[in-house]
């Protein structure tokens, strides 16, 4: 069964810093997705990015992007000039190509900002 | 973007009634919808995936007949906790997805549950 590990339960980065959250997963299987889930106080869960295991380009959106390491089985995310807004709790999340399809989560990353 | 509508957002209710928590996708057509709890603090588990017009698939250790999941549309899925009791107080959250071909999954916002 594919697991998904998330080692660091809190960080904290200065504003306009840049941090980077960890997660490793575990498969057996090539082709899969993995995917950044934030989930700020409202608890509205909010994607962040995407990848797709046999693209070998790392995804980007902004000021969001992903370390994929696929040997590795690593995936990590980093966040480019913070903001008081990405304070949250990042998930990291895995599914299968070729299941009926849900997510396995890691057990999340709390950010906080400092001004 | 695709939207998941998710009502109530919070209910508190008298323990041994039953609640229903509807979610409804508004722009597209949800093959797959997914159930989860969320516990303070912790990760979402999975509860059950319900594919339309099918019996809902339930996870290990998640009682069948205390949650009945319904998904009798391609725009509608249903949980109801049945005789709710206290530890069934929590946070409730849907996801739907079209999976063929995958296009993504969209989260409703979300039920606080309280039984009391």
């Known amino acids: 069964a594919q697991t998904v590990t998330q080692s660091q339960p809190e960080m904290s980065v200065q504003e306009a810093e840049t941090v980077t959250l960890s997660c490793t997963y575990d498969?057996?299987?090539?082709?899969?997705?993995l995917f950044w889930y934030k989930q700020p106080p409202s608890r509205q869960m909010i994607l962040v990015i995407r990848q797709e295991a046999y693209k070998q380009q790392n995804a980007t959106e902004n000021r969001f992007s992903v370390n994929f390491q696929k040997a590795a089985k690593s995936f990590s995310l980093k966040i480019s000039d913070s903001q008081l807004g990405d304070a949250a709790m990042y998930f990291c999340a895995y599914r299968s190509r070729g299941s009926q399809g849900n997510l396995i989560f890691g057990k999340g990353t709390k950010l906080s900002v400092k001004p | 973007g695709a939207v998941v509508s998710q009502h109530p957002s919070r209910v508190i209710c008298k323990s041994g009634t039953s609640v229903k928590i509807e979610c409804r996708s508004l722009d597209f057509q949800a093959t797959t919808m997914f159930w989860y709890r969320q516990f303070p603090k912790q990760s979402l588990m999975l509860m059950a995936t319900s594919n339309e017009g099918s019996k809902a698939t339930y996870e290990q250790g998640v009682e069948k007949d205390k949650f009945l999941i319904n998904h009798a549309s391609l725009t509608l899925s249903t949980l109801t906790v049945t005789s709710a009791h206290p530890e069934d107080s929590s946070f409730y959250i849907c996801?739907?997805?079209?999976?063929?071909?995958?296009?993504?999954?969209?989260f409703g916002s979300g039920t606080r549950l309280t039984v009391v």
């Open positions: 996801s739907a997805t079209y999976t063929v071909p995958f296009i993504g999954y969209t």
């Open positions: 498969t057996s299987e090539s082709d899969y997705y």
